[in-house]
Nanobody
Framework: QVQLVESGGGLVQAGDSLRLSCAAS????????MGWFRQAPGKEREFVAA???????YYADSVKGRFTISRENAKNTVYLQMNSLKPEDTAAYYC????????????????????????WGQGTQVTVSS
């Protein structure tokens, strides 16, 4: 069983930055890919970014150039640095882990599919005012 705990959400103004963190339990964190998704009220869950075990990153077009995903294996933590935030970034943000296959490279299409992730955090709210 893996537990994921997100933090770092909040209320900010358009143009501001936030850094989300996701701390994972377990000693084998470094072998698995991690992703961030978001869900706004009344909308479907949406892929934001992912990072595989080797550090390769994948981004949705809507956040490319503004968001950066990274991981710190020594702390079992994945981050999402969000810059130039827009009101349309307002959502609950969830981190997730693909805990099935170690050292998976994957493709953008693989990491963008929420069904490929096994465990999810409880979410952290990000609200961007205009």
């Amino acid at each position: 069983q893996v537990q994921l705990v997100e933090s770092g959400g909040g209320l900010v103004q358009a143009g501001d930055s936030l850094r989300l963190s996701c701390a994972a339990s377990g000693r084998t964190f470094s072998m698995y890919g991690m992703g961030w998704f978001r869900q706004a009220p009344g909308k479907e869950r949406e892929f934001v970014a992912a990072i595989n075990w080797s550090g390769a990153t994948y981004y949705a077009d809507s956040v490319k150039g503004r968001f950066t995903i990274s991981r710190e294996n020594a702390k079992n933590t994945v981050y999402l640095q969000m810059n130039s935030l827009k009101p349309e970034d307002t959502a609950a943000y969830y981190c997730a882990i693909d805990n099935t296959v170690t050292y998976r490279r994957g493709t953008y299409d693989y990491w963008a599919e929420h069904e490929h992730y096994d465990y999810w955090g409880q979410g952290t709210q990000v609200t961007v005012s205009s």
